[in-house]
C-alpha cells in the first residue's frame, strides 16, 4: 500500500500511470516532496488521493477503500477534475493512437474502432455535460443546505429533485460501451508485424476502462448514496 509519507516521485517511479491523477490535482509527478506537505499546502483531502492512489494502483483495494467517509464536495471536486482530464487528455490521446493506427496499415477493422470511439465521445461529452450542469450543482446545493439551512436552498432542492433523481436512475441503466469495445478488441487480432500503435491503444483503453470503473464506483455507489439518503432525510425533517 502506497502511502502520504512518499514522494510524487517516488509513487510514479513505482507506477507510471499514477502520473495522470497527479495531474488532475495539479501536482507534479517529479516533486521530491512528501505528498502529505504537498496537499497541506494546496489544502487537497490527503486521505482522499492517498485511497486513489491505491485504487489506480490496485483495483482490488476499490473494495475495501471507504469512500463514503469522504464529503459530498471532496467527492465532487475529485469527478469535476476527472471528466475535465478525460476530455482534455485521456480521449484526445485515444483519437490520436486510433489516427496514427488508421495511416500505419488500413485494417478495414480499424475504421470500425474510429467509428466505434467517435460514437462513445458523443455520448460521453452528453454524458458528462449533464452531470456538470445538473447532478454536480445540486450536490452542491444540498450540502450547503445540510450545513446552513437556507431557505433559498431548499426551494432549489424541491424544485429540482425529481429531475436529479431522474438522471441518477437513468444513470445506474445505462451500459458501459468502454467496455463493450474492449470485449471487441480482445476478439481482433490484425495479421500485421506492425502492432506498435495498436499495442499502445489497447493500454491506452485498458488504463482508460479501469480509470472509469473507479470513477464510477465513487459516483454511483458512493455519491448517489449520498444524494439518496440525505433527500429521504429532508423529507422526513419537513414533513
Wanted: glycine share 0%.
Amino acid at each position: 500500500m502506497l502511502s502520504h509519507l512518499l514522494t510524487p516521485k517516488t509513487i510514479t517511479q513505482y507506477d507510471r500511470n499514477i502520473v495522470h491523477l497527479f495531474s488532475r490535482f495539479n501536482i507534479g509527478s517529479d516533486s521530491t516532496k512528501k505528498l502529505n506537505e504537498i496537499c497541506y499546502e494546496d489544502e487537497i483531502n490527503i486521505n482522499l488521493l492517498v485511497d486513489l492512489i491505491n485504487c489506480y494502483n490496485d483495483l482490488s483495494y476499490l473494495e475495501k477503500t471507504k469512500f463514503d467517509d469522504y464529503s459530498i464536495s471532496d467527492l465532487i471536486d475529485y469527478l469535476e477534475k476527472s471528466h475535465l482530464y478525460y476530455l482534455d487528455k485521456r480521449i484526445p490521446e485515444i483519437e490520436q493512437s486510433l489516427h496514427k493506427l488508421s495511416l500505419q496499415e488500413s485494417f478495414s477493422f480499424n475504421f470500425i474502432f474510429i467509428k466505434f470511439f467517435k460514437e462513445y465521445k458523443k455520448e460521453i461529452i452528453s454524458h458528462f455535460k449533464t452531470e456538470d450542469e445538473i447532478l454536480f450543482p445540486f450536490c452542491k446545493i444540498l450540502e450547503r443546505y445540510l450545513q446552513f439551512n437556507s431557505q433559498e436552498d431548499f426551494i432549489y432542492i424541491l424544485e429540482n429533485r425529481e429531475i436529479v433523481c431522474n438522471l441518477m436512475d437513468q444513470h445506474r441503466k445505462n451500459k458501459d460501451d468502454v467496455d463493450d469495445l474492449q470485449k471487441l478488441l480482445i476478439r481482433y487480432s490484425p495479421n500485421s508485424k506492425k502492432l506498435s500503435y495498436f499495442e499502445i491503444f489497447l493500454n491506452q483503453m485498458s488504463v482508460f476502462q479501469k480509470d472509469l470503473k473507479i470513477h464510477a464506483e465513487i459516483e454511483e455507489n458512493v455519491l448517489m448514496d449520498k444524494i439518496y439518503i440525505n433527500l429521504k432525510a429532508l423529507e422526513l425533517k419537513n414533513v
